[in-house]
């Protein structure tokens, strides 16, 4: 009886194990790219190298494979809107033949939503321009006109430049386009919608993708949750501001600042007439939301230190490295971080830290702003990490064995 027990337990154990080892071998295999930078032909050129799409850019990996881009689809390149309706119709594809496409949220694509527009081609616009846009260039001159003088009058200022040559000048600063872009990336826009359906930070078979990187330990249901909220905290912020009559809902970020700046110097010079702070408590509340709203470089989503922008690994000596990666990947329960956002020299992707970081943005889009880039993709598959170039053999760059990452709690 005994013997007999013992037998049905090493073949349940044995069954549990070989059922364990088949999931782990069945397990798709990752495809992680980088930032893309509006170069549509590169990205689709390392995708079909990676054998996640054809030559028509049609998904051909089924459910073998995942695809994980860490953001920065868009700015700097000449195919804006062109990439994200790729990767949008990428996503859709994948899915109906049992794949994942998995898009994160890169620190350009929160600017265009938020309307910082520092880094939108010249290209760019022509893409959102329409056979009205012309109209919509004049309407929204006339919008701004009639808001300047509102505000000056409301505010007790001088009357503003509103006349041919203050005209001539917005319609510069705000090309053919201009207006069609802001609605795009609103809260109800095509590309805002679906970017703000979209994540930051994903733990996918134990590595952590995201755009920029984790400066300090937290939890990874933690990070996503700040930039979400504050993606929340942006568009509800905004809204209050057009309601409120100081901006229009095309503004760009510089102008909301501007806006709001103007009004806390108005608070300021009546307090300083006064002599004393008299704030009702409507004004209050607002020089209170006013001023967050100022404090940009404070929020998570636009931190130097934050997940969309933080540069550190590149820049961390290997001493600094072994303190914070162990602390930062148990947070995470993960084992290692796959990042773009830092180009790296000479178009090779950098495994640091013994394996727990790569860094895998190696300026696609080159010219420019990345001499000496191209792209490149690495796979994650059954514990190795393989990094692919243009023309180049597959390169194995995962840690040899002996030196593979080991798990964060035992690095501590």
Known sequence: M???????????????ALAAATRAAAAPRIVAIADVHGDLPAFKAILAQAGLVDESGAWTAGGDSIL???????DRGPAMRATLDYAMALERDAASRGGRAVFLLGNHEVMNMTGDLRY??????????????????????????????????QLGKP?????????????????????????????????????????AIVLEQGSVFLHGG????????????????????????????????????FFDLQETF????????ALDARDASRGTTSLTSDEGVRRARYTRFLA?????????????????????SDAEGRFQLPRILEALHADRLVVGHTVQQKGAIQVRFGGTVYEIDT???????????????????????????????????SPPPGKKPAKAAALR
Request: no cysteine; aromatic share 10%; net charge negative.
């Open 2 to 16: 005994i013997s007999s027990r013992r037998a049905r337990f090493f073949s349940g154990a044995v069954l549990v």
């Open 68 to 74: 994980i881009q860490v953001g920065d689809l868009i």
């Open 120 to 153: 939108v081609a010249k290209e760019n616009w022509a893409e959102f321009a329409g056979p009205d846009s012309e109209k919509r260039r004049e309407d929204a001159w006339s919008a701004v006109a009639a808001l300047r003088t509102r505000r000056a009058k």
């Open 159 to 199: 009357d503003p430049a509103v006349g041919p040559e203050a005209k001539q000048q917005w319609l510069a600063a705000h090309p053919p386009g201009f207006v069609e872009q802001r609605e795009a990336f609103g809260p109800d826009g095509i590309y805002g919608k679906w970017l703000r359906g979209h994540a």
């Open 214 to 249: 984790i400066a300090s330990p937290e939890p990874l249901a933690d990070i996503e949750r700040k930039i979400r909220d504050e993606l929340a905290t942006y568009d509800e912020d905004r809204q209050t501001f057009v309601t409120q009559g100081l901006i229009l809902p």
């Open 258 to 265: 501007a806006a709001l700046h103007e009004v806390l110097d």
């Open 296 to 316: 940009w470089d404070e929020w998570a989503m636009n931190s130097p230190d934050g997940p969309l922008w933080f540069r550190g690994y590149a820049k961390w």
């Open 363 to 397: 300026g696609m889009l080159d010219g420019a702003f990345f001499p000496g880039g191209r792209a490149s993709a690495v796979t994650l598959e059954g514990g190795t990490v393989t990094a692919l170039y243009p023309g180049e053999p597959p390169q194995v760059i």
